[in-house]
């Protein structure tokens, strides 16, 4: 054998950072503290959970469902899972130049790396509803603002996720094909892709569960889908209809993220 | 230079590779209709016209605000983050407390039967089905508006995922410290003390705080639907269109929730 | 045409180790060189400024008359697609095809829309193919990289770098990774090929009875520096002991042998 390449000497194994050091006494107390505070100035007490649980819990009595309500549901269900369908291709779609762009080893230079990081942090501490709620009024009630909420929302989480994946492939191609003269592009097409294709598709399926679960809410502030049918329901206190809804999506939901957890378990 | 041959010589691809070609071929085909499909079923799209108006009258303003915020706004918007980071604390930490049991219920390896384990993952698995802003909107039907619907919904959300996180750690855990535990006479609450809580707790509290993060998020939109917090500000501001200060509400959103999760993310590195 | 000229190359690395401490050399077209030296010596960062993986702090590389550490952007590509490289740790896309594998390497030629797309010209896909049966195994064209052994690896890296049509090979510790008998037979189809072609070759290798074996040429380096120069015969076992500072005798390490 040959010796490999190697740079120094190891030193003496890093003291183990353990959760011990942060399970303290000290931080028990804190997350007390933190949480008297929080009880305190939300008014938050047992008495009121327990009135709030038993209002909730009578209340779903009256969800009993009324199955005549199906085929109101069953458009805005289409265009629930239209939205996300949609918002989950856009996103991909313009999400992953931005992949490349905020990952170290497929950016064009630190400064665009930076760039597109920060763009990045931002997008992504935006919630999908508060997309949804801003993107109503400017781009009119229906499914439009939905759709554009949920590309935005898939951007950010798809390529937070994927250059993490980026970051972590074999070095070793790239070198390979930089030194055989390819370009950025074409790296990226034939030593990036082939190594993360199957993690992004699946990212790509788990971005679309969640999107499936957002597209439910986001008619709520008037961005389309399924949502809007919820706030009828409930501003003419059809609550029986309104238990017919929940039903089906529960349904629906648990039906889509079997199927993608089935296909993503076959991918890896 | 080397010979050059006739591109005739190509040998023919396997039947294993062109099914693999085709089967790759056929799936984005199907992506490609899907989506060709959904978007022209898309109904009602806007005219052109009604989006630029649209954005005449509620895009640029925002934009606007963005660079030039309402600082009238700030005060009222700053309390009610605040009030918004304390409704997560309290919602993160009823799932926390809650899913801390169920997720030995739900583990399989620990009660040794699955007896068990099956209905605790059957109802976890619902729990998480819905997002927490339909718990939300139910209970504010159900009890008012206010935080405390808000509270409730992210707790019972939160259980739902931590029980299941949770349980997948319980079951991912080492024998070996219980096994050794039990072979110097210990019994099940010294197993589950000095074994058992030890090797789950970083992963615990490591999830607890993504969960954190996750129900800020969630805490900053429940006020749309009536749950309070920021969100309940925000509807308001929405309502009449005064775009200047929903700009400055959403600064005070993005930069908190950017805060915490560079603490939290910072933190969860160190723990596992 | 594609004889290559170290001229006084010195290399810095970030934090200011001198890996490079001013190299001259000449090595005239289709010469097989074989450069040996101790881990760390500077073989690796010296084959590097020949396609300007590293830059170097001073000094001028030059294939022919153009210079490689001037060039950059499009300029650089198009020098690097004349230039070969296999690397110890073969660098293949393991989950991709071999035949995908070799395809990148006439990467640096095709049209940019084609190289993106990965649309190559039937010609090219020709190439490929009969790049594999140079290297013997044309049987493996469809299967996958990582289903293939280390020699057959290796093999893929050489044909990848001879879709490149190169003038130039360039093979940073080839056979490190192989066991001694995959060792000779990968460094014998190299050889033939870069005879054959005549491809100017520079190797670096870590075992001296390789290296005399198969070299036109020796270089030893030591340092950052070039301590010997010279044919196999000039390489005696005193010279080799010079280069590496230690006996080799019995050094199984150094003499590669089992
Ligand atoms: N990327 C790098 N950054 C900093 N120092 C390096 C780098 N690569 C190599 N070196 C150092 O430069 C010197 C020469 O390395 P190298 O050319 O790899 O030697 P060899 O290939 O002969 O083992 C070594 O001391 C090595 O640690
Ligand atoms: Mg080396």
């Given at each position: 054998m040959a010796v490999p390449d190697r740079g120094v000497v190891q030193g003496p194994p890093a003291r183990p950072v353990t959760a011990t050091r942060f399970l303290n006494w000290g931080t028990w107390g804190a997350i007390a503290v933190l949480f008297a505070v929080s009880v305190q100035q939300t008014g938050f007490n047992l008495e009121v959970v327990g009135q709030g649980m038993g209002d909730f819990l009578r209340f779903f009595g009256r969800l009993a469902p009324d199955w005549r309500a199906l085929p109101q549901i069953w458009g805005p269900l289409v265009e629930t899972l239209q939205i996300a369908w949609l918002g989950t291709v856009f996103g991909t779609i313009l999400g992953l130049p931005l992949i490349f762009l905020a990952s170290f080893n497929t950016t064009i230079n630190p400064p665009v790396m930076f760039v597109a990081r920060s763009i990045l942090t931002v997008m992504r501490s935006i919630p999908d509803l508060l997309y949804a709620a801003i993107l109503a009024p400017i781009l009119m009630i229906g499914p439009l603002p939905g759709v554009a909420a949920l590309t935005l929302f898939t951007m950010a989480v798809l390529a937070k996720l994927a250059s993490e994946a980026v970051e972590s492939i074999d070095p070793g191609p790239l070198e390979a094909l930089r030194a055989a003269g390819a370009g950025r592009n074409r790296m990226i097409v034939f030593a990036v892709l082939p190594q993360i294709g199957a993690t992004l598709t699946s990212f790509i399926l788990y971005v679309f569960e969640i999107n499936v679960r957002a597209s439910v809410i986001i008619g709520l502030v008037g961005a389309g889908g399924i949502g809007n049918l919820i706030n009828r329901y409930l501003s003419f206190f059809d609550y029986s209809g309104l238990g017919t809804l929940l039903i089906v999506v529960f349904g629906v939901v648990l039906a889509i993220d079997q199927l993608s957890v089935w296909l993503r378990s076959r991918l890896i | 230079m080397s010979i050059k041959r006739p591109a005739d010589t190509i040998p023919a691809t396997p039947p294993s590779v062109r099914r693999g070609n085709v089967f790759i071929g056929g799936a984005a085909l199907l992506v490609l209709a899907l989506t060709i499909f959904f978007l022209v079923t898309l109904d009602p799209l806007p005219t052109w016209a009604r989006l630029q108006s649209g954005f005449e009258r509620s895009g640029l303003p925002l934009l606007r605000g963005f660079v030039n915020p309402n600082w009238d706004v700030f005060p009222l918007a700053r309390n009610a983050m605040i009030e918004t980071v304390f409704m997560a604390v309290i919602g993160t930490t009823i799932g926390a407390v809650l899913a801390f049991p169920m997720a030995f219920l739900a583990a399989n390896n620990l009660l040794g039967s699955r007896l068990l384990a099956f209905p605790g993952k059957t109802f976890l698995v619902g729990i998480r089905t819905f997002p927490e802003i339909l718990f939300a909107i139910i209970l504010v039907a159900a009890t008012g508006p206010g935080p405390i619907a808000g509270i409730l919904a992210m707790g019972i959300n939160s259980v739902g995922f931590l029980g299941k996180v949770f349980s997948d750690v319980v079951e991912g855990i080492d024998a070996g410290p219980s096994e050794a535990i039990r072979a110097a006479g210990g019994n099940g609450l010294h197993v589950f003390f000095y074994s058992v809580v030890p090797q789950v707790l970083p992963e615990f509290a490591s999830y607890v705080l993504y969960r954190f993060e996750i129900n800020l998020r969630a805490a900053s939109v429940l006020g749309l639907v009536g749950a309070g917090g920021i969100g309940a500000v925000l509807i308001q501001r929405l309502q009449f269109r005064r775009w200047t200060e929903i700009s400055m509400i959403m600064i005070v959103i993005v930069v908190v929730i950017i805060v915490v999760d560079t603490l939290s993310s910072r933190v969860r590195r160190r723990l596992v | 045409m594609s004889h290559i000229t170290f001229a006084n190359v010195e290399v810095t690395y970030p934090g200011g180790l001198k890996a490079l401490k001013g190299v001259d050399l000449e090595i005239p077209q289709g010469q097989f060189v074989v450069i040996v030296g101790l881990s760390g010596a500077g073989k690796s960062t010296l084959i590097r400024t020949v396609n300007s993986l590293v830059v170097p702090s001073a000094g001028d590389v030059r294939i022919g008359d153009r210079s490689v550490t001037r060039a950059r952007g499009g300029e650089l590509r198009r020098l690097r697609s004349d230039i070969g490289m296999i690397f110890q740790t073969f660098n293949l896309v393991k989950r991709s095809s071999v035949l995908r594998n070799v395809l990148a390497g006439r990467l640096g030629a095709v049209q940019p829309l084609r190289g993106v797309l990965g649309l190559f010209p039937k010609a090219d896909v020709a190439f490929a193919h009969e790049c594999l049966r140079r290297v013997g195994i044309?049987?493996?064209?469809?299967?996958?990289?990582?289903?293939?052994?280390g020699g057959q690896q290796q093999r893929v890296g050489i044909a990848r770098a001879l879709a490149q049509r190169p003038s130039v090979m360039l093979a940073d510790e080839p056979v490190a990774s192989l066991d001694p008998p995959t060792s000779h037979a990968v460094m014998r189809d190299l050889k033939r090929i870069a005879r054959e072609d005549g491809i100017t070759t520079i190797v670096n290798l870590h075992f001296i009875d390789m290296a005399r074996e198969y070299a036109d040429r020796i270089v030893g380096m030591r340092d950052g520096l070039i301590v010997f120069d010279g044919t196999a015969d000039d390489a005696t076992d005193q010279v080799f002991e010079d280069i590496y500072g230690r006996p080799i005798d019995e050094d199984r390490d150094i003499r590669g042998r089992t």
């Open positions: - | - | 044309p049987e493996k064209a469809f299967a996958r990289a990582d289903a293939l052994s």
